[in-house]
């Protein structure tokens, strides 16, 4: 199959693109999660300027949540902030990169989102699909399918904590297992990519994870989401409501 095929990205397969940016593919026992680490995806200099837009334009995220109202608001739960980035140059530069690098079709993907994490902020424990049969499966995905792959970049270091968390997943290294869960460390312009479905289209729950509790300094992410249909959705609509251009 080929880049911009509906079906292409719910295979199982990673896209490496032709960019020269080779990424580590990490392994994991029994193959449970197809995850990958890029470094210097961005440079530090278009960290700085990104990240400076989203502490500026970020508000308090909200979380998806059957029987919840749509922007539903849980500090307990996912206490960062977060703002759509597409509409400024620097985010189209950095949504343009992503596309290239992953090679879907933009309209298979949802609009670059930033988010911030002050002292002591967590996304805690959380899959980034929808449970199919509830109620947000419909209202999110039941016209625009499934979330498929996760690409997410690093735009700063916290001086410590903010690690994503992966509970389900045991990695392989120098031919050992590790006994912890998977962690990843911020570093800045690293990107992290991993598939949320299984190659017959079912929801991996290998890829639940959590955004550590930041424990000093703070923490500056983008996230890009693929779909298996193209994407409808207020974050679209929204792209050109975004102030400011850097």
């Known amino acids: 199959m080929k880049p911009g095929d509906r079906n292409w990205f719910v295979m199982g397969e990673m896209p490496y ?4 940016i080779r990424p580590t593919k ?21 960290c700085e300027v990104l990240a400076s837009v989203i502490k500026e334009e970020a508000v308090r995220s909200t979380v998806s949540v059957s029987g919840k109202p749509e922007h539903h608001i849980d500090m ?30 933009p309209t ?42 996760t690409f997410m ?11 994503t968390h992966f509970p389900e997943v045991r990695w392989i290294r120098d031919g050992e297992t590790r006994s912890n869960p998977m962690e990843i460390s911020p570093v800045t312009g690293r990107a992290v990519a991993w598939n949320n479905l299984h190659p017959n289209g079912n929801v991996n729950n290998s890829a639940i994870h959590r955004g550590c509790p930041v424990i000093r300094g703070e ?9 298996t249909k193209r994407f ?15």
């Open 153 to 163: 970049v690093y735009l700063n270091e916290p001086v410590q904590g903010g690690e």
């Open 232 to 246: 409808v959705g207020p974050e679209k609509k929204e792209e050109d409501n975004v102030r400011g251009s850097v």
């Open 76 to 105: 307990d739960y996912r206490s960062s902030s977060t703002c759509n980035v597409s509409g400024v140059s620097t985010g189209r530069m950095v949504d343009s990169k992503i596309l290239a690098y992953m090679g879907i079709h």
């Open 17 to 20: 693109s032709t960019l020269p």
């Open 108 to 149: 298979f993907s949802e609009s670059l989102e930033g988010q911030h994490y002050k002292e002591g902020q967590e996304f805690k424990s959380h899959t980034d699909t929808y449970d199919p049969g509830t109620d947000e499966f419909e209202e999110h995905a039941e016209v625009s399918g499934q979330r498929t792959w």
């Open 26 to 46: 990490i392994e994991t026992v029994g193959d449970a999660l197809d995850i990958c680490v890029i470094e210097n995806f961005l440079t530090r200099k278009q």
């Open 219 to 227: 923490k500056t992410i983008v996230t890009k989401w693929f779909r």
